[in-house]
Nanobody, 124 residues
Framework: QVQLVQSGGGLVQAGGSLRLSCAAS????????MGWFRQAAGKERDFVSAISYSGDKTYYPDTQKGRFTASRDNAKNTVYLQMNDLKPEDTAVYYCAADRYGGGSSSHNQYEYWGQGTQVTVSS
């Protein structure tokens, strides 16, 4: 059973930065592509970023315009999401997810395991 434990998040003013972390329990973490998704109140879960198992490829939706950066440290079994220039519309619960068989997908259906979620609130 894979466990993903998230940390980071919280309340930040518009224009500020936050870094989310997601620590994985599986020993073969380096074989998993990882994704980040977010879900605002009353809305569907949206794709935020994905990173390949080796970390050499990252994926983002076009709407993000370079504000978010995913990275990973396989030696620490941890994936990160650095979020800069945050906006009130970024307010949501953020989730990390693990995909054993893909290369980094924007579809939440591709991911087998999920973190517990962490709240990010951006005030104007």
């Amino acid at each position: 059973q894979v466990q993903l434990v998230q940390s980071g998040g919280g309340l930040v003013q518009a224009g500020g930065s936050l870094r989310l972390s997601c620590a994985a329990s599986q020993r073969d973490f380096s074989r998993y592509a990882m994704g980040w998704f977010r879900q605002a109140a009353g809305k569907e879960r949206d794709f935020v970023s994905a990173i390949s198992y080796s970390g050499d490829k990252t994926y983002y939706p076009d709407t993000q315009k370079g504000r978010f950066t995913a990275s990973r440290d396989n030696a620490k079994n941890t994936v990160y999401l650095q979020m800069n220039d945050l906006k009130p519309e970024d307010t949501a619960v953020y989730y990390c997810a693990a995909d054993r068989y893909g290369g980094g997908s924007s579809s939440h259906n591709q991911y087998e395991y999920w973190g517990q979620g962490t709240q990010v609130t951006v005030s104007s």
